[in-house]
């Protein structure tokens, strides 16, 4: 079975802290991908990657960076958290082909104070 | 990018089937219906996918209609387990990746 972890499944932040989220996935898929998840806006892209070090911008790219220096583990960075970055945050990864499904992550739900 | 519309909830009997509508009437040629679901506080689970046959597996069913524009989802024998929110998303592509655009979806309730 694809199984794909991320680091916390709670944290409680500080405005103004750097917050790490990591994920890894253990079934060498290429693309990888975060997600913030808010009642009645749904799921939304924050960023993904398609390579190891290769990035792209989702729909909601601001406030946000990432990292991907190996296959299995991509990395979302809170620069400088703010209360507005309170959500549960999805990382979900998918190997390359037309029809393949993405799996997700347990989550992690971030409270910034 | 083709939009989904899905009804807010829905109630099925244990031990009965599920029927889960969602419409697509946007959909293009080449789009996959896919479906998901997201059991409370958890990471969405895939489900099934189809382009324009009906396709089964061993969570459940889904039949596409023959002009592509509504499709189905059936659990054919509800569980408990199975009350969570399912969402119903046509596949968007975008640059070198997969984006899934997820709705609201629908809150199935599964009772005794």
């Known amino acids: 079975d694809v199984k794909v972890t991320q680091s916390s499944r709670y944290l409680v932040k500080r405005t103004g802290e750097k917050v790490f989220l990591e994920c890894v996935q253990d079934?060498?898929?290429?693309?990888m991908f975060w997600y913030r998840q808010d009642p009645g806006l749904g799921l939304r892209l924050i960023y993904f990657s398609y390579d190891v070090k290769m990035k792209e911008k989702g729909d909601i790219p601001e406030g946000y960076s990432v990292s991907r220096e190996k296959k299995e583990r991509f990395s979302l960075i809170l620069e400088s958290a703010s209360t507005n970055q309170t959500s549960m945050y999805l990382c979900a990864s998918r190997p390359v082909g037309v029809e393949e499904t993405q799996y997700f992550g347990p989550g992690t739900r971030l409270l910034v104070l | 990018d083709a939009k989904t519309t899905q009804p807010p909830s829905m109630d099925c009997a244990e031990g009965r089937a599920a029927n889960l509508p969602c419409n697509h009437s946007t959909i293009s040629g080449n789009e996959y219906v896919y479906w998901y679901r997201q059991i409370h506080s958890q990471g969405p689970q895939y489900i099934i996918h189809?382009?324009?046959n009906n396709e089964t597996n061993e969570m459940a069913s889904l039949i596409i209609t023959e002009d592509r524009k509504s499709s189905t989802l059936i659990l054919p024998h509800a569980t408990l387990r199975d009350t969570a929110v399912y969402y119903c998303i046509v596949r968007v592509r975008t640059g070198g990746g997969n984006k899934l655009t997820f709705g609201t979806g629908t809150q199935l309730k599964v009772e005794l």
């Open positions: 079934m060498d898929h290429e693309n």
């Open positions: 189809g382009l324009k």
